[in-house]
T-cell receptor
Framework: ETGVTQTPRHLVMGMTNKKSLKCEQH?????MYWYKQSAKKPLELMFV???????ENNSVPSRFSPECPNSSHLFLHLHTLQPEDSALYLC???????????????FGPGTRLTVT | GQQLNQSPQSMFIQEGEDVSMNCTSS?????WLWYKQDPGEGPVLLIA?????ELTSNGRLTAQFGITRKDSFLNISASIPSDVGIYFC????????????FGSGTKLNVKP
């Protein structure tokens, strides 16, 4: 497989459930990102990992918990979500993060999350 | 905070027409990227721009890094039905190399 893959593609969960989103990149990149995409709003950056270290947390509620065990894998653990958390969650990767350059990010297909 | 203003929000055009969309910022940017997102998919990088005045093409797509460094334009020539989707700009401000921002997107509809 090539590029950035995400599983599952679709997820419906109740507010009391616990679930995890998975992202895997096969590009040899060192930075990985989680974004939230809601209708008619710009992409919202949630978390950034650079060389497995979390470098950005944009005031994301604690019901979203990221995990980056290595440079190729990124998880987003979900628990006690709210209906307003329903959105498309996109994973992306890039060669590096920061250091004076906007490195081109490559996105996965996203997970369409619905919280009931 | 920094915002990217992308316009128009949506466009309805006839197949074969040329399309133009733009992104503006309130501050100077170092880098501009343009992405396209098909329904149910993640954004795909189309063109990256790194120098003021730079003009870069990718097939029927042409993008330019504005000379003022506060804007960027994307043009699509001779549109076809598969051009349908949402086009996003993204940019990195000169004031903070560790930040980047996305526009809210231009939704393109092409009528055969």
């Amino acid at each position: 497989e090539t590029g950035v893959t995400q599983t599952p593609r679709h997820l419906v969960m109740g507010m009391t459930n616990k679930k995890s989103l998975k992202c895997e990149q096969h590009l040899g990149h060192n930075a990985m990102y989680w974004y939230k995409q809601s209708a008619k709003k710009p992409l919202e950056l949630m978390f950034v990992y650079n060389f497995k270290e979390q470098t950005e947390n944009n005031s994301v509620p604690s019901r979203f918990s990221p995990e980056c065990p290595n440079s190729s894998h990124l998880f987003l653990h979900l628990h006690t979500l709210q209906p307003e958390d329903s959105a498309l969650y996109l994973c992306a990767s890039s060669q590096k993060y920061g250091q004076g350059a906007l490195y081109e990010q490559y996105f996965g297909p996203g997970t369409r999350l619905t919280v009931t | 905070g920094q915002q990217l203003n992308q316009s128009p929000q949506s466009m309805f055009i006839q197949e074969g027409e040329d399309v133009s969309m733009n992104c503006t910022s309130s501050s100077i940017f170092n880098t501009w990227l343009w992405y396209k997102q098909d329904p149910g998919e993640g954004p795909v990088l189309l063109i990256a721009l790194y120098k003021a005045g730079e003009l870069t093409s990718n097939g029927r797509l042409t993008a330019q890094f504005g000379i003022t460094r506060k804007d960027s334009f994307l043009n699509i020539s001779a549109s076809i039905p598969s051009d349908v989707g949402i086009y996003f700009c993204a940019g990195q401000p000169n004031s903070n190399f560790n930040k980047f921002y996305f526009g809210s997107g231009t939704k393109l509809n092409v009528k055969p």
